[in-house]
């Protein structure tokens, strides 16, 4: 999933600059018609203190005017979204490890209905379980979860998830779904640091928690969809997935500290996991039983990325996925 704090940022609007920089000047002015009333709004003022809050109301503004965001665009929004993620985490430089995820990945993605894309996938050095989507395909995994990964067809499944995320383009369509005062006081008060004060964090909890939550709840589903798809079409064991969901809900007794990143973009139940389970049972199951699980270079990944320098002090701490 894509992390909230990072991912619906902005869209760079080239091809449609005089329409976008109109739409930008009036989007605040729009927001302050139509919002709640005790909604705390961000100001003029507070929006030209970022040029991404200006960026990201460019977006806000095409959006509200029936405009699609092109598959350029929203590469463009994961470009930026990954230069920041890049600066603020720490990424696993290691070629080895990066060669086997991405070969991983992307024997997955490109035989999805998205293949065009240019996919990246990485790693993060931190101990915590998680993995996340940025839009244009920007896939991002801890090595957390690489490490509480049993077999090649768990990750290949978490893999199969989050390109689902991307496939399905939903990061962009939540933007497009929210209404443009919502937008405009969840996100540019919110995802940028143009407006973070305890007004614009109350403006997010009203207007825009909910309908996020709502989406979030949904999108989950229909990326758990893809990746049973796309794994099955890369030719690998699809219950991969629910033995790693499984796995995941056992230890969050013991090592909440450890997968609490995960329930909270993740949220993973047994009913989650038992429709998991029921649409892979609706698939042909003498095919499936000829699927890989597993081989000696996940195990020899694996054992690799245990063996890289510790992660830093403080890498626990991370946008949720």
Known sequence: MAPPTLSRRRANARGARPVAHDAARRAPHHAARHAPAGI????????????RAAALLALVG???LGCGVSQQQEVQMGQQDA??????LPIVGDAAANQYINELGNSIARLTSRGDLAWHFAIVNSPVINAFALPGGYIYVDRGLIQQADRMDQLAGVLGHEIGHVVRRHAVKQMQQMQTAQVGAALACTLTDACQSAA??????VAGAAVFAKFSRQDEKEADDEAIVNVVRAGIQPHGLVEFFQKLLAQQPGQPSLVQQWFASHPTDQARIADVEGRIQQLDQSRLAGMRTDDARFQ???????????PPPGAATQPTG
């Not at 100001?43 to 040029?51: D, F, H, I, K, L």
């Not at 020899?300 to 510790?310: A, G, I, T």
């Open 83 to 88: 230069q920041q993620i890049n600066a603020q």
């Open 62 to 64: 095409l959006l509200g």
């Open 200 to 205: 614009g964090q109350s403006a997010l909890n």
């Open 40 to 51: 705390p709004l961000c100001t003029g003022a507070c929006v030209r203190a970022s040029g």
């Open 300 to 310: 020899d990944f694996k054992h690799h990325v245990e063996s890289l320098p510790p």
